[in-house]
């Protein structure tokens, strides 16, 4: 994934930080926007960001999405890698950009809405 040097929400320059930077404590590496503190963090142990960055409306989003389609995808009984080919297939996009923290607000309404009407099918 490419890191991003500009942020879609202000313009202001991205910078590779730490959370301390935001929380006060951590260590953890995050990329965060100098201007309005929009951020991503990274996968444990990496400089490898886990998605795009986000403001806080869109984080909380994304989390809420990542409960449904986790907890939809386990009652299926599929595994996290056939789940994100379901995914990609519904999105009709590439697997590699069908991760929920690549995903601005209107895919993650989709990803639920996927999820919903799936088990409705199935109840039907």
Not at 51 to 61: F, P, S
Not at 112 to 120: E, F, M, P, S, T
Request: with cysteine; charged share 25%.
């Amino acid at each position: 994934m490419r890191i991003q040097k500009i942020c879609q929400y202000c313009g202001g320059k991205i910078v590779k930080s730490k959370s301390r930077v935001l929380y006060g404590k951590g260590n953890e590496t995050i990329y965060l926007c100098t201007t309005c503190n929009a951020y991503v963090g990274c996968y444990k142990g990496t400089e490898k960001p886990m998605g795009r960055v986000a403001n806080t409306v869109l984080r909380l989003k994304r989390q809420e999405t990542h409960q449904i389609f986790d907890t939809f995808w386990k009652k299926q009984g599929w595994t996290r890698s056939a789940a994100y080919r379901w995914l990609a297939q519904s999105l009709q996009v590439p697997e590699e950009n069908a991760h929920i923290g690549m995903m601005e607000m209107d895919a993650c309404e989709a990803v639920a809405r996927l999820c919903r009407d799936y088990k409705n099918k199935e109840a039907a």
